[in-house]
């Protein structure tokens, strides 16, 4: 079992910068794959990023590719998202999750945070 916290949203303008962090419980953080994913209201939730396990591998959604950067400290038992380049249409409500398979975690997660609000003003 691993429960998953994030924090870090809030109200930015556009064009700045938000660090979205997924904190983890338990001592198997390491054995999980990460991701991070988005819903705005109205929308299907959107997949962003992708860890591996050692944080060697990533992936990214083509609308963020460029603009945000997934990373994890194994130690801390925290996956994080730094976001740059905001824009009014990157506001939804930001959601981790953790999956035992690199190669799902981009399609959704065995375990999910409760999510925090980003809202990017214009």
């Known amino acids: 079992q691993v429960q998953l916290v994030e924090s870090g949203g809030g109200l930015v303008q556009a064009g700045g910068s938000l660090r979205l962090s997924c904190a983890a419980s338990g001592r198997t953080f390491s054995s999980y794959a990460m991701g991070w994913y988005r819903q705005a209201p109205g929308k299907e939730r959107e997949s962003l990023a992708a860890i591996d396990r050692s944080g060697d591998s990533t992936y990214y959604a083509d609308s963020v590719k460029g603009r945000f950067t997934v990373s994890r400290d194994n130690a801390k038992n925290t996956v994080y998202l730094q976001m740059n380049s905001l824009k009014p249409e990157d506001t939804a409500v930001y959601y981790c999750?953790?999956?035992?398979?690199?190669?799902?975690?981009?399609?959704?997660?065995?375990?999910w945070g409760q999510g925090t609000q980003v809202t990017v003003s214009s």
């Open positions: 999750a953790a999956n035992s398979e690199y190669g799902s975690v981009f399609f959704g997660g065995d375990y």
